[in-house]
């Protein structure tokens, strides 16, 4: 007899075949034959939920209060999406470094409803980044500012300055026309849509491979999810601002999402606590993705007094695990906000669990529970055991957004994707009794400072070309702040009287600002196991000795 099995309802978790399953209402998706890009999809969207395309404004300036209305924006679209068609053939890599501006979500969707990949990258990055991001992506064409193409290396590859009369001159291409749209690009949703860039465990910063499908399956669910909670007729417009950076996989689904909805985005070039403040007020912001850092600062800081945020309904909060006593005071001091919480990876195109409602908002510490279409084990690291709730171990994740692999790296795939697709996050995590997630620690080394993400390895090989230096290690260390500052233990060499100073200086010019060493401290000898691994939990417990 065939086995049977069952779903616990309370928690999703399944005895028999050891998995969680999403709680959420199975979400329908296009079949997975039908041609369809995200940009068709999210188009589709947008006309059924909004009538009012040539009054409601897609994209806002924060400090100009310029704007584009959908229909501008998508004028823009099919202006620029003319331009480039005859620069660009389909899966061609489009490699984009600029900081956020009216034009980065025109191109975005320019580039995807050509068939193209988009592949943006932190305007903060160091040359050696950008020389290795490039080297993954392999990209046909770069889109850069006049001040950043000194970083760029120099390859064959045309460049197109953002900020020049060519490409404004490209928005306004007379031969296109509203219609072009329509005859967007026949798209295989297996295709690649964005290289997204995402350091793992070896050091390395990787290149993850976004398809169609992957960001087709995320706005489905929030479309969904989204329509119970708008029969409130008189609820106002959703105005988002985005805080995360446009590169980032949250500033990028979140900027794809407003669209599909037919929302209203504030934009930032850099991003200014008061200037944030401000844009809230003037606005009337209803809604903004967050990191934790920021939900202390406005929990904490007087600033926020001066300025009338009551439009201000809920922060959506991820790249890592929000405090209870930040959360507790922050509705304090906002009672009327709700901090919807999540959890995902850039592999998992930045969604796989989250919080609804005012209900489920109240599990402190929690990730949510499963977002739509998603599963899930906790596999114990030593024995490859799936456990049951309430158990510790490495989470994994399967889903229609689970990455398709990381670009030019098959031995980094295989490790991460197993054949039946499951994704290892390198996450200790546990499931409660009621299906809710929380973060334990991370069995992968990386730090979150800020939601990004630094390797240890990448600092270490730095700190050991260091003449004077004979061995270091870096590790995470406490920051209410930031979440984690990345500090140096390091081994100074007979006679060497190297400062901290010093080296965090020379560190600081080799990496992105938000790779420094913020912390320093010598020691005699780095601890380490018979196989030569640094034991990073002695220096840790060390660390926290000290504070």
């Known amino acids: 007899m065939a086995e049977t099995t069952s779903i616990n309802p309370q928690n999703g978790f399944c005895p028999q075949t050891r998995t969680y399953h999403s709680l959420r209402p199975a979400v329908p998706l296009p079949p997975p034959s039908q041609p369809l890009s995200i940009f068709q999809y999210a188009l589709s969207l947008l006309h059924s939920s909004s009538s009012a395309l040539s009054t409601t404004p897609f994209l806002i300036e924060a400090a100009t209060a310029r704007h584009l209305t959908y229909s501008a924006f998508l004028r ?53 980044d950008l020389s290795h991001q490039i080297s993954l992506s392999r990209p046909a064409i770069i889109f850069a500012t006049a001040d950043s193409t000194n970083k760029l290396p120099q390859i064959d590859v045309p460049i197109i300055i953002l900020d020049s009369p060519l490409f404004l001159s490209m928005l306004q291409c007379e031969s296109a026309s509203h219609s072009s749209l329509v005859a967007a690009a026949v798209v295989d949703q297996s295709a690649a849509a964005a290289i997204l860039y995402s350091s793992g465990t070896t050091g390395r910063v990787k290149g993850v491979v976004l398809t169609h499908r992957n960001l087709i399956a995320l706005v489905a669910g929030m479309y969904h999810n989204k329509l119970g909670e708008d029969e409130v007729e008189s609820a106002p417009h959703p105005v988002s601002i985005l805080t995360v950076p446009l590169f980032h996989v949250f500033g990028f689904f979140m900027l794809i999402r407003a669209a599909a909805l037919g929302e209203s985005v504030v934009l930032m070039e850099r991003f200014d606590f008061v200037k944030m403040l401000e844009a809230v007020e ?87 529970r499963l977002s739509e279409n998603m599963e899930a084990k906790i596999v114990d690291p030593e024995t490859g055991e799936a456990l049951a709730p309430t158990q510790r171990g490495e989470l994994w994740l399967r889903g229609p957004s689970i990455m398709k692999g990381y670009a030019g790296d098959d031995a980094a795939t295989a490790a991460a994707l197993d054949s039946q697709g499951w994704l290892r996050t390198g996450d200790l995590c546990y499931f409660d009794q009621d299906g809710f997630l929380f973060i334990v620690d991370r069995l992968k080394e990386l730090i979150k400072y800020k939601a990004y993400q630094v390797p ?92």
Not at 78 to 87: D, G, Q, Y
Not at 111 to 124: D, E, I, Y
Not at 491 to 514: H, T, W
């Open 456 to 547: 240890p390895a990448e600092l270490e090989h730095l700190l050991q070309s260091i003449p004077e230096i004979a061995d270091a290690a870096v590790v995470p260390y406490p920051d209410e702040e930031a979440g984690e500052i990345p500090m140096a233990y390091v081994v100074r060499k007979a006679g060497s009287n190297v400062s901290a100073a010093e080296i965090m200086d020379y560190i600081g010019k080799q990496v992105a600002p938000y790779k420094k060493i913020r912390r320093l401290a010598f020691i005699d000898s780095i601890p380490k196991s018979p196989a030569g691994k640094i034991l990073r939990r002695d220096l840790q417990r060390h660390a926290l000795s000290k504070l």
């Open 282 to 368: 003037r606005y009337k912001v209803t809604y903004m993705p967050v990191t934790p850092p920021l939900v202390v600062a406005m929990a904490k800081s007087d600033l926020v007094d001066g300025f009338d945020v009551s439009s201000l309904q809920a922060l959506g909060c991820g790249g890592a695990p929000l405090g209870k006593e930040v959360s507790e005071r922050f509705r304090q001091k906002f009672p009327h906000v709700e901090i919807l919480q999540g959890y995902g990876l850039t592999e998992s195109t930045g969604g796989a669990t989250r919080t609804m409602g005012p209900d489920e908002a109240k599990r402190h510490g929690s990730a949510g």
């Open 76 to 128: 823009h679209v099919s202006s620029l999406s003319a331009s480039l068609k005859p620069l660009l053939s389909q899966n061609d890599v489009a490699f984009i470094l600029s900081p956020p501006s009216l034009h980065i979500p025109v191109l975005y969707f320019s580039l995807l409803s050509l068939g193209a990949v988009v592949s943006p990258s932190s305007p903060l990055s160091s040359p050696s």
